[in-house]
């Protein structure tokens, strides 16, 4: 079970979300920081589940993506984005290690790291 942090809303959550299986599909769930001006978005895509972090929408700048395999790597990786992108402090590059972040030109956030 995904507990909401504090400032993070939902904006879609798939019925299956609260199961103990998640149904394979593209739209599962996301959730806005008002705040921040950020979505994060949960989906199943190319035999794999990916987490996508916007600035304002999926129109904007993608900070994150992360691929996993399982639902259960999905949902600690959901935790984990929702609370390092849930402040205002730029994520530290060993944060952004297994987020695989990427960031503005202005070089504000560390780049693709390994």
Known sequence: ????????????????INSGR?????????????ALDRLVDLGWYDHEFAI???????RGEQLANVRV???TEALEKLRDILRVWGT?????????????CSGP???ALPGPLN
């Open 105 to 107: 030109a202005s070089g």
């Open 1 to 16: 079970m995904l507990l909401i942090p504090e400032g993070w809303s939902v904006e879609y959550e798939d019925p299956t």
């Open 22 to 34: 998640w149904e394979r599909k593209e739209d599962l769930l996301q959730l806005r920081h008002a």
């Open 69 to 71: 395999h399982t639902q």
């Open 52 to 58: 996508l972090v916007f600035q304002g929408d999926f």
């Open 88 to 100: 205002n402090t730029l994520p530290e590059p060993t944060a952004c290690s297994t987020m695989y």
